[in-house]
Every structure is written in C-alpha cells, then in structure tokens.
C-alpha cells in the first residue's frame, strides 16, 4: 500500500508540474534578446527591434497590458510583426487593434508581413484596411529605407511564402545591396525557396518554436517542416555573414497549449561592434 500510494503521489505530482508549465507557457511570456554584428554598418551604430510573431488573436492580460508594460521598458527604433496576428477563423480584430493603437503610442513606426493565417481568413482586406488606418506600414513584397543617425538601413519585406504569395523580386526592387539589409517573413521556408536572397538578416516566425519540444528532442513537428524539423527556433547562419531569426511567438494554433517552449517576443539588436 505504501508502495502504492507514494507511486500515486509521485504521478499527482508530475501531472501537477506539467500542468503549471503548460499554464505558464502558454500564458506568460519572455522577452529573447539577441544582437547581430555587420561591418556594413558605421561605428557606433546601433538598430533595436521589437519583434512580434505569432499572436494567433492571443491577449496577455486585460486589452494586453502585460504586453505593453513590457514594451514600455524597452527602448526601440521600430516594431515588427511577422504575420499570424490573426487567426484564420478570427471575426473580431478588436483586441488586435488595441494592441497596435497602444504600441503606436511606444513607438510610431511599426511594419507588418502577412503570414498563412492572415490569408486563410476571410475578412483579411478588413483586417489590413484597420491596420493601414492605424498607420502600421505593410511590407508584402515591397520595401522602405530606415535611417538612423545619417545611416540607411533596407528594410524588405515579401507576403507568406508558405502559401505561395511572396515575390521576392519585387520585394528588393530597386534597394541598394551596400546598405544593410533586412527581410521581414512570416514563413522561414523562404530560405529553401530562392537560392539566392539579397538580406543580411531575416526575420521570421511561423513555427511557434514546434509550439511543444521534449527536453533532449526539442520541437516535435513544426508548420511546413514535418516531425523533428531542424529549423524551428532562434538564430541559423546561412553564410557570407547572412543569418535567419525564427521567433517562436506569442500565440498557439490546433492544440491551445505550450510546453518547454514559453510565449515570447524578441529584442534584437543590429550594431557595428565586433563580437568579443
């Protein structure tokens, strides 16, 4: 019986930890920090970039406060979204919304890139009309130029490649390649899909980091990548000093839970100093 009751206790116990992860994270989230060096860019120059992915319509305390008390301790030059704001069977954008009206009064400049969600909904020209109209810059398949302290900086951006919209060509039309380079995708598989793209760094989401990993396994399935996929989340090095960033985001899809794989945003930093 003792034997028993202590195996019924230890089972509680792990069911109770598993529990209270799943619960954290997928309802709490972290900010991942990450820098990039580029002998393209001036001594001194640092870009900082909030990126958000991913959020699938999911709110971080009441109208996302949580959310946007975190932003308002971070200091940034801009804000991107990579795509799957929305969900596919989203109908009410309100709490979408809400977020970028709060986010514009943190900081005004702010781009978006569609991703697979976005186009699986039904009321998408509604949702970027109210993007448009809350002054968020849509970057699918077009591009602009950021600069900072005199210094251009490319910022590109194609729709969701996993659903067959993006058009990279337009996406880089007529940039300067001198200049530091970075492309806004929603889909990763961008990157088996061109052989040659023009970015220093890529910023993407999609994946939602496999969404559920298992300690030494990691991701289980990813979108687009199968089961065990090797691109699922953080920094990849494609070579020549040209990287990929997947955030795994802030939101779930299918199965409403998270686990060993907490809700998130990125910081990113972009600057001249050369790594130690």
Not at 35 to 56: A, C, P, V, W
Not at 205 to 221: D, E, K, S
């Amino acid at each position: 019986m003792k034997k028993i009751s202590i195996g019924v206790i230890t089972c509680v116990a792990a069911l109770m930890t598993v529990f209270v992860k799943v619960y954290r994270d997928t309802h709490t989230f972290k900010r991942e920090r990450t820098t990039f060096y580029s002998s393209k860019l001036q001594k001194g120059t640092e870009l900082r970039i909030m990126q958000i992915s991913d959020l699938h319509n999911h709110v971080f305390g009441l109208d996302n406060k949580a959310l946007i008390d975190a932003a308002k301790e971070e200091t940034v030059d801009m804000i991107v979204m990579t795509g799957d704001l929305i969900d596919r069977k989203t109908m009410s954008f309100q709490h979408v919304f809400s977020l970028v009206e709060q986010l514009q009064a943190i900081q005004p400049h702010i781009y978006f890139v569609t991703g697979n969600h976005e186009w699986g909904n039904a009321a998408t020209n509604l949702f970027l009309h109210g993007l448009r109209q809350r002054n968020v810059t849509i970057l699918d398949n077009t591009n602009t130029r950021i600069v900072k302290n005199g210094e251009t900086i490319n910022l590109a951006g194609v729709a969701d490649a996993s659903t067959k919209n993006a058009d990279i060509h337009a996406a880089f039309r007529d940039l300067n390649p001198d200049y530091y380079t970075i492309l806004l995708s929603h889909s990763p598989g961008i990157v088996g899909i061109y052989d040659t793209i023009p970015a220093d760094l890529i910023l993407s989401g999609h994946t939602h980091g496999g969404q559920v990993r298992l300690p030494l396994i990691g991701a289980i399935a990813s979108p687009d990548k199968g089961i065990f996929p090797k691109m699922e989340k953080g920094t990849y090095s494609l070579g020549s000093h040209q990287y990929l960033y997947i955030d795994s985001g802030l939101g779930t899809t299918r199965l409403p839970i998270r686990f060993l794989n907490q809700s998130q945003f990125s910081l990113i930093t972009i600057t001249s100093r050369t790594k130690e």
